[in-house]
T-cell receptor, first 110, second 113 residues
Framework: DQQVKQNSPSLSVQEGRISILNCDYTNSMFDYFLWYKKYPAEGPTFLISISSIKDKNEDGRFTVFLNKSAKHLSLHIVPSQPGDSAVYFCAASGPLRLTFGKGTHLIIQP | DTGVSQNPRHKITKRGQNVTFRCDPISEHNRLYWYRQTLGQGPEFLTYFQNEAQLEKSRLLSDRFSAERPKGSFSTLEIQRTEQGDSAMYLC???????????FGEGSWLTVV
């Protein structure tokens, strides 16, 4: 049973435009959500997070939105840059560990 | 560099052999995690330590897998009698109790031939 779902395996966006990556979760006990970025052959790198008591968190070009009633969160990247091409993982925090989605491969087209 | 350190970065082994990976967490982090990632999947939780105590183990961690953190600092993950299905990237991560964010190392690639 997949508790964190990223339904788009890949996403292609033109450089300079907005990238929107989506994530859904099923467990209402999750209280903290994170996005990680991963390049091939490297470990995931923490990008941005949000507590369940908030609905938005912004850090530079990255903004995460949380809709608790819909159990949905999204990551917005604007403007998208070539270096943003990577796999993005959504993760949800339970009592002792993080549960990850399968990732979305973001491709930034020149 | 004060990040999470893992070694070896790559390991190729024959089926049936034992392998061991080492993880050195960020120095002030008392929580340590092992995850496994295969192609097309997100990181899957294997086990969690708080200091030297192993507090949770996933059912993915079969009897052939054992993890230790003897002095609450570095950790080792041993896989005995490796199988081809063990081929994956093994990720170590660490955190403090004050934050929910975990920080990953660069991973150890295992290929079983």
């Amino acid at each position: 049973d997949q508790q964190v779902k990223q339904n788009s395996p890949s996403l292609s966006v033109q450089e300079g435009r907005i990238s929107i990556l989506n994530c859904d979760y099923t467990n209402s006990m999750f209280d903290y959500f994170l996005w990680y970025k991963k390049y091939p052959a490297e470990g995931p790198t923490f990008l941005i997070s949000i507590s369940s008591i908030k609905d938005k968190n912004e850090d530079g070009r990255f903004t995460v939105f949380l809709n608790k009633s819909a159990k949905h969160l999204s990551l917005h990247i604007v403007p998208s840059q070539p270096g943003d091409s990577a796999v993005y993982f959504c993760a949800a925090s339970g009592p002792l560990r993080l549960t990850f989605g399968k990732g979305t491969h973001l491709i930034i087209q020149p | 560099d004060t990040g999470v350190s893992q070694n070896p970065r790559h390991k190729i082994t024959k089926r049936g052999q034992n392998v061991t990976f080492r993880c050195d967490p960020i120095s002030e982090h008392n929580r340590l995690y092992w995850y496994r990632q295969t192609l097309g999947q997100g990181p899957e939780f294997l086990t969690y330590f708080q200091n030297e105590a192993q507090l949770e183990k996933s059912r993915l961690l079969s009897d052939r897998f054992s993890a230790e953190r003897p002095k609450g600092s570095f950790s080792t993950l041993e896989i005995q009698r490796t199988e081809q299905g063990d081929s994956a990237m093994y990720l170590c991560a660490s955190s403090t109790p004050l934050r929910n964010t975990i920080y990953f190392g660069e991973g150890s690639w295992l290929t079983v031939v």
